[in-house]
T-cell receptor, first 113, second 114 residues
């Protein structure tokens, strides 16, 4: 079946370094992707999204890159801060599944001071 | 605008009981989605309601049901609770236009079934 998955369940980085969280998807018809951040005890919080007609989109300290050829997307966090410690989820949707978001399992990012 | 609100925040039930969870979406949002989140399974999609109609449904048994009211508020019900239903239940609201489909999540209801 259709899937969205993260490459690593955990990632540890030093404060100030850049973080890269990767995600792969199986359905080439997926045309919308979104990244969420979930801190302990809270619901997922929207970070950034990207449509398939784009390769790159930048936000504040975050960049999402989409490679449709290999069905891969990544979230880059610049100058990672302790407050970035959380679980990060990617999700994708397409018109074929009535735009239902298919979620990955999440990557837990730990920022070491 | 106020965010998505969910009530109650915490709930303890015993096996066999039923439970109703409530979600109030962001004002103006007509789509409400429900998810079950457990440590090993991530976010599992339950269902989505749009304008009082179920638009999408996940792969959960019939014990899980939902509805949406004319003011877009939504409820989900779980009957005959099982231990495995212990989870964080998340509600998300979406504006749902051709250009907008970002889901905004509430804090969740943490359900513990004993």
């Amino acid at each position: 079946g259709e899937s969205v998955g993260l490459h690593l369940p955990t990632l540890s980085v030093q404060e100030g370094d850049n973080s890269i969280i990767n995600c792969a998807y199986s359905n080439s018809a997926s045309d919308y992707f979104i990244w969420y951040k979930q801190e302990s005890g809270k619901g997922p919080q929207f970070i950034i999204d990207i449509r398939s007609n784009m390769d790159k989109r930048q936000g504040q300290r975050v960049t999402v890159l989409l490679n449709k050829t290999v069905k891969h997307l990544s979230l880059q966090i610049a100058a990672t801060q302790p407050g970035d410690s959380a679980v990060y989820f990617c999700a994708g949707a397409n018109a074929g599944n009535n735009r239902k978001l298919i979620w990955g399992l999440g990557t837990s990012l730990a920022v070491n001071p | 605008k106020a965010g998505v609100t969910q009530t109650p925040r915490y709930l303890i039930k015993t096996r066999g009981q039923q439970v109703t969870l409530s979600c109030s979406p962001i004002s103006g949002h007509r789509s409400v989605s429900w998810y079950q989140q457990t440590p090993g399974q991530g976010l599992q999609f339950l269902f989505e309601y749009f304008s009082e109609t179920q638009r999408n449904k996940g792969n959960f048994p019939g014990r899980f049901s939902g509805r949406q009211f004319s003011n877009s508020r939504s409820e989900m019900n779980v009957s005959t609770l099982e231990l495995g239903d212990s989870a964080l239940y998340l509600c998300a609201s979406t504006l749902r236009t051709s250009a907008q489909e970002t889901q905004y999540f509430g804090p969740g209801t943490r359900l513990l079934v004993l």
